[in-house]
């Protein structure tokens, strides 16, 4: 009789823009960032995440699902996040992103407004934020490991960053 071992590495799931997604089991999560957020909430002792991949600062008079705007895609995460069994206590907050993608000032600047809008929401939810790469001008890919709960940040021609 032979045994056979599993050599298959855990999956890698896509968060596009206006997604949530959950991982859990050693499952990655991935997104490709410019001006948009990637919102980590990752429970250490239970190992599991969620990433959100926010395109915008607020849904008021805007329709999207609710991952497209930082004041729904919290609630929602939490609320997916219950389905598993998760709750608040115990959560910590990574984000990336918030990338000034069209130069210098002026209206466009909404990389600035979807970052502060993430850090006063979870400010306000009492969230602890555990690391962040965010601003700067070059978009950047992120990478949430749930096994470990670590966010690997890459930016074009820079070597990684590990939060």
Known sequence: MQSLTSTETPATVLVGMSQIEIVSNGESARAVLGSCIGLVLYHPLRRIGAMAHIVLPDGKDRSGPPG????SAYPEMMRLLGQ?????V??????AGGASMFGGGGPLQIGEAN???V???LQSAQVPITGEHARGGKGRRITLDSSTGQVQVEIAGNPPVVL
């Open 68 to 71: 497209k705007f930082a004041d």
């Open 84 to 88: 598993h069994g998760v709750g608040r």
């Open 90 to 95: 115990g959560l910590v907050a990574k984000l």
């Open 115 to 117: 970052y502060s809008a």
């Open 119 to 121: 850090k006063a929401i």
